[in-house]
């Protein structure tokens, strides 16, 4: 069972509403997960309607049945620093690295080395045990970058490989890599039922797989209900015209003559359903060629009010029961 | 309500104005700005002017429809496009190694630029760091507006995390490689390496020693070489961003911030053109993509779901009686619960069945209940086979209901801007059904972008 869960998607298919809704589900009951964000954008904290996170785990929501929602906003400077203090009791030494510009220098310019302090963080989380010898988290959940970019962002190792062949940064490296492909983590990419992210999402998962990291499931964010089909529109708009501005006429919105209140609704009305049964067929498209990556697919409704707390609820209840337990 | 009218964007004056020269795409990810790049390209050409589009990643299909399937840092014309006019389209993807492959190369002597491209330092760092693409694409415009080939420039920007990398980068880049850091690093490496060390003060020996135990000794030897090799070209880095930051700075530039009419790209809009303002860039107004309409705005959402209510309810009491269709069920209510394959979403095969058919779904009591969209069960659709009046009427309303919901929704959003923003002019694209992959598509939304959307005053 995965207990490191990496949510990545194309931008605009809201992997961080995901991330969190995840967060939720799998901490019901009881258990107690960690979200963590690694782009420091405060996304999290936008969405769980809070201040902006710091560098510190704090519990940011409760879950259903008692179980608690922790999340972290990992910045590269502090994780460093942080590693520092842990590796090599550097307290006093960090600080001056710091003031000389040498922490920010090894966390922007040199991107391995960031995404090895990011991915690391996040990794140590997973692993760590409580005074008991439990785990403190019984799953952590990241808001990873975008599908273009997150092989590249996973794969530390390759990344590092080039820069450090020996040396502390190579071996810790080494042991996050290790957790990242074994079966204690999952890869779950988000997406729409439009063209462009489903292709991203076909590519995000070959490179993944070609790099021999675990894909988890697919999630098809922002689904909305098919209301009418192609041939039901058709058939509205050739045989039963007339019929149709007697039905509006008949509930009350004007007259169904020629020129009539309801039969004026007719045109834009059908307008919109021709609209509407053409996406409902690209849709069908793209949800046939997702269920040929050979993944788990899960889908959340689109919430039509937007997203605020009450709706992050919903979709984590949404989520937890499609997910396997 | 609207209060506050936010005046047109003016696309086609913008575009046919030939002291424009650059026209910068800018917005947060998911918002279509690599097609409104496109498409402004494909309507600039196509109105006669000579246009060259440089994007920085583009789906695979839209850079097909532009002609370019290869990533190699040459602009190629687009065939078909503005030739009775006179105007002509060229597009190229931005190769970002490439790019600064070829920087190294026009700035150091041939040895020096053979050392830094060999430097795995270099190498990570010219692939990935999170400012080099930002970097890249503008020194990139650069190049291309130095070589005055074209009347007009457009360029799409990378997918940044937030608005500020894209225009800070040319300064971070600059000021890491130029800054005292490395200066520090490189303090051994010129005076001769390890032998060196007792030459420098003693703060700075624990320093590097710090470093060396942290980053590993190779590594550190790495970057002290690679900044060795760099340091003839910090000068011309400083030089290059600064002129490219007056280039963006000057009045043939206009900016053009994308965004969807959604909450979180609105206000990552509303961040770039207060960013802009500050940074004094010349900000032209706001493409607002995938708005959507409707040719019965004086129909409100409450009044069409209240009359597809009463529809549904007239259709489910006559069903028995008259209809010729021998299927007992016909309440107009998703049954989650009957459709076994809802609790198994693990099966990658199961959505097939369900896909044409969603349920009725009514907004209003929707809420309530927990509803699995993909578990609608397909006896309440209207489809084909089951197509009285009054159902075809009620799918219809329903339909309607949603899109002004949307429409709400969005405007609420737009609005929310405009109060923060009102001097911004604003092009707003209407929504296409489908996804846009060819020039025709590009076409269609360089027409949206520059006819101004009819939006009718709607009634209570």
Same mark, same amino acid.
């Given at each position: 069972?995965?207990?490191?869960?990496?949510?990545?998607?194309?931008?605009?298919?809201?992997?961080?509403?995901?991330?969190?809704?995840?967060?939720?589900?799998?901490?019901?009951?009881?258990?107690?997960?960690?979200?963590?964000?690694?782009?420091?954008?405060?996304?999290?904290?936008?969405?769980?309607?809070?201040?902006?996170?710091?560098?510190?785990?704090?519990?940011?929501?409760?879950?259903?049945?008692?179980?608690?929602?922790?999340?972290?906003?990992?910045?590269?400077?502090?994780?460093?620093?942080?590693?520092?203090?842990?590796?090599?009791?550097?307290?006093?030494?960090?600080?001056?690295?710091?003031?000389?510009?040498?922490?920010?220098?090894?966390?922007?310019?040199?991107?391995?080395?960031?995404?090895?302090?990011?991915?690391?963080?996040?990794?140590?989380?997973?692993?760590?045990?409580?005074?008991?010898?439990?785990?403190?988290?019984?799953?952590?959940?990241?808001?990873?970058?975008?599908?273009?970019?997150?092989?590249?962002?996973?794969?530390?190792?390759?990344?590092?490989?080039?820069?450090?062949?020996?040396?502390?940064?190579?071996?810790?490296?080494?042991?996050?890599?290790?957790?990242?492909?074994?079966?204690?983590?999952?890869?779950?990419?988000?997406?729409?039922?439009?063209?462009?992210?489903?292709?991203?999402?076909?590519?995000?998962?070959?490179?993944?797989?070609?790099?021999?990291?675990?894909?988890?499931?697919?999630?098809?964010?922002?689904?909305?209900?098919?209301?009418?089909?192609?041939?039901?529109?058709?058939?509205?708009?050739?045989?039963?015209?007339?019929?149709?501005?007697?039905?509006?006429?008949?509930?009350?919105?004007?007259?169904?003559?020629?020129?009539?209140?309801?039969?004026?609704?007719?045109?834009?009305?059908?307008?919109?359903?021709?609209?509407?049964?053409?996406?409902?067929?690209?849709?069908?498209?793209?949800?046939?060629?997702?269920?040929?990556?050979?993944?788990?697919?899960?889908?959340?409704?689109?919430?039509?009010?937007?997203?605020?707390?009450?709706?992050?609820?919903?979709?984590?209840?949404?989520?937890?029961?499609?997910?396997?337990? | 309500?609207?209060?506050?009218?936010?005046?047109?964007?003016?696309?086609?004056?913008?575009?046919?104005?030939?002291?424009?020269?650059?026209?910068?795409?800018?917005?947060?990810?998911?918002?279509?700005?690599?097609?409104?790049?496109?498409?402004?390209?494909?309507?600039?050409?196509?109105?006669?002017?000579?246009?060259?589009?440089?994007?920085?990643?583009?789906?695979?299909?839209?850079?097909?429809?532009?002609?370019?399937?290869?990533?190699?840092?040459?602009?190629?014309?687009?065939?078909?496009?503005?030739?009775? %006019?006179?105007?002509?389209?060229?597009?190229?993807?931005? &190769?970002?190694?490439?790019?600064?492959?070829?920087?190294?190369?026009?700035?150091?002597?041939?040895?020096?630029?053979?050392?830094?491209?060999?430097?795995?330092?270099?190498?990570?760092?010219?692939?990935?760091?999170?400012?080099?693409?930002?970097?890249?694409?503008?020194?990139?415009?650069? =190049?291309?507006?130095?070589?005055?080939?074209?009347?007009?420039?457009?360029?799409?920007?990378?997918?940044?995390?937030?608005?500020?990398?894209?225009?800070?980068?040319?300064?971070?880049?600059?000021?890491?490689?130029?800054?005292?850091?490395?200066?520090?690093?490189?303090?051994?490496?010129?005076?001769?390496?390890?032998?060196?060390?007792?030459?420098? %003060?003693?703060?700075?020996?624990?320093?590097?020693?710090?470093?060396?135990?942290?980053?590993?000794?190779?590594?550190?030897?790495?970057?002290?070489?690679?900044?060795?090799?760099?340091?003839?070209?910090?000068?011309?880095?400083?030089?290059?961003?600064?002129?490219?930051?007056?280039?963006?700075?000057?009045?043939?530039?206009?900016?053009?911030?994308?965004?969807?009419?959604?909450? &979180?790209?609105?206000?990552?809009?509303?961040?770039?053109?207060?960013?802009?303002?500050?940074?004094?860039?010349?900000?032209?107004?706001?493409?607002?993509?995938?708005?959507?309409?409707?040719?019965?705005? =004086?129909?409100?959402?409450?009044?069409?779901?209240?009359?597809?209510?009463?529809?549904?309810?007239?259709?489910?009491?006559?069903?028995?009686?008259?209809?010729? &269709?021998?299927?007992?069920?016909?309440?107009?209510?998703?049954?989650?619960?009957?459709?076994?394959?809802?609790?198994?979403?693990?099966?990658?095969? &199961?959505?097939?069945?369900?896909?044409?058919?969603?349920?009725?779904?009514?907004?209003?009591?929707?809420?309530? =209940?927990?509803?699995?969209?993909?578990?609608?069960?397909?006896?309440?659709?209207?489809?084909?086979?089951?197509?009285?009046?009054?159902?075809?009427?009620?799918?219809?309303?329903?339909?309607?209901?949603?899109?002004?919901?949307?429409?709400?929704?969005?405007?609420?959003?737009?609005?929310?801007?405009?109060?923060?923003?009102?001097?911004?002019?604003?092009?707003?694209?209407?929504?296409?059904?489908?996804?846009?992959?060819?020039?025709?598509?590009?076409?269609?939304?360089?027409?949206?972008?520059?006819?101004?959307?009819?939006?009718?005053?709607?009634?209570?």
């Amino acid at each position: 069972m995965s207990r490191l869960h990496v949510v990545s998607g194309k931008g605009g298919t809201g992997k961080t509403t995901v991330a969190a809704a995840l967060a939720l589900a799998l901490a019901a009951d009881g258990k107690r997960t960690l979200l963590v964000e690694v782009e420091g954008r405060q996304g999290i904290a936008q969405l769980f309607e809070t201040e902006a996170l710091p560098y510190e785990e704090r519990k940011i929501a409760t879950a259903p049945g008692g179980g608690e929602v922790h999340a972290l906003a990992i910045d590269p400077e502090y994780a460093l620093l942080d590693y520092l203090h842990m590796f090599y009791k550097l307290g006093s030494a960090g600080r001056a690295l710091k003031k000389l510009g040498a922490i920010d220098f090894a966390t922007t310019i040199a991107p391995g080395l960031r995404d090895v302090l990011l991915t690391g963080k996040a990794c140590e989380a997973v692993r760590r045990k409580g005074k008991d010898g439990k785990f403190v988290y019984d799953s952590v959940v990241m808001d990873a970058p975008p599908t273009g970019r997150i092989t590249r962002f996973l794969n530390v190792n390759h990344e590092v490989a080039g820069l450090a062949r020996t040396g502390p940064i190579h071996n810790q490296a080494q042991a996050v890599m290790r957790v990242l492909k074994s079966p204690q983590t999952a890869v779950h990419l988000v997406t729409l039922l439009e063209e462009m992210p489903v292709q991203e999402t076909a590519d995000g998962i070959a490179e993944l797989r070609a790099d021999g990291l675990p894909a988890g499931a697919v999630i098809i964010n922002m689904v909305r209900p098919a209301i009418l089909d192609h041939d039901a529109v058709e058939i509205a708009a050739n045989g039963q015209r007339a019929a149709v501005a007697k039905a509006l006429s008949q509930a009350g919105l004007g007259g169904a003559r020629r020129g009539g209140l309801a039969e004026r609704l007719v045109d834009p009305l059908l307008e919109q359903a021709r609209e509407h049964a053409e996406r409902v067929g690209l849709e069908r498209t793209q949800r046939a060629e997702l269920s040929d990556l050979g993944l788990p697919l899960h889908e959340l409704e689109l919430l039509t009010d937007g997203i605020d707390l009450a709706g992050l609820y919903r979709l984590a209840a949404d989520l937890r029961k499609q997910w396997p337990s | 309500m609207s209060m506050d009218v936010a005046p047109w964007l003016e696309t086609d004056a913008l575009l046919d104005n030939p002291q424009t020269r650059i026209v910068v795409c800018c917005g947060s990810g998911g918002v279509g700005k690599t097609t409104t790049a496109a498409a402004l390209g494909v309507r600039a050409a196509e109105r006669g002017r000579k246009v060259v589009v440089l994007t920085i990643d583009p789906a695979r299909r839209l850079a097909q429809s532009m002609g370019i399937d290869a990533l190699d840092n040459i602009p190629r014309k687009v065939a078909g496009v503005g030739d009775e %006019n006179g105007g002509e389209l060229h597009a190229m993807m931005l &190769d970002m190694k490439r790019t600064f492959d070829e920087f190294v190369e026009a700035h150091a002597d041939p040895e020096r630029a053979r050392a830094i491209l060999a430097n795995p330092f270099y190498q990570s760092l010219s692939a990935g760091f999170a400012g080099t693409q930002e970097y890249m694409a503008m020194e990139k415009l650069g =190049q291309l507006r130095a070589r005055d080939e074209w009347d007009l420039i457009i360029v799409d920007t990378p997918p940044s995390r937030s608005a500020l990398d894209f225009l800070d980068a040319p300064k971070r880049l600059g000021s890491f490689l130029d800054g005292k850091f490395i200066r520090v690093l490189m303090a051994p490496a010129k005076v001769g390496g390890r032998a060196g060390m007792k030459f420098l %003060n003693v703060g700075v020996s624990m320093m590097t020693g710090t470093v060396n135990k942290v980053l590993g000794g190779q590594l550190l030897r790495d970057v002290q070489t690679f900044a060795a090799a760099m340091d003839t070209m910090f000068g011309g880095f400083r030089t290059r961003a600064e002129a490219t930051y007056r280039l963006l700075q000057a009045p043939g530039t206009a900016f053009l911030v994308v965004a969807a009419p959604e909450r &979180d790209a609105l206000r990552e809009a509303a961040y770039f053109v207060e960013r802009l303002g500050a940074d004094r860039m010349p900000l032209a107004g706001l493409v607002l993509n995938r708005v959507h309409g409707s040719g019965a705005e =004086q129909l409100s959402a409450e009044r069409a779901l209240a009359a597809a209510e009463i529809l549904s309810m007239a259709d489910a009491a006559m069903d028995p009686a008259t209809a010729p &269709d021998p299927e007992p069920e016909t309440e107009a209510e998703p049954e989650a619960e009957l459709d076994p394959d809802a609790s198994d979403p693990a099966d990658p095969g &199961d959505g097939e069945e369900n896909l044409a058919d969603g349920g009725f779904v009514d907004r209003d009591s929707g809420k309530t =209940q927990a509803r699995n969209p993909s578990a609608a069960d397909p006896d309440v659709s209207p489809t084909s086979a089951d197509t009285s009046a009054e159902r075809l009427a009620a799918g219809l309303l329903r339909l309607h209901a949603e899109r002004m919901q949307v429409l709400g929704r969005e405007q609420r959003t737009h609005d929310r801007f405009t109060a923060l923003h009102p001097e911004v002019p604003v092009a707003q694209v209407a929504a296409l059904p489908g996804d846009v992959h060819d020039l025709a598509g590009l076409r269609a939304i360089g027409e949206r972008l520059a006819v101004p959307m009819e939006r009718p005053q709607r009634a209570g």
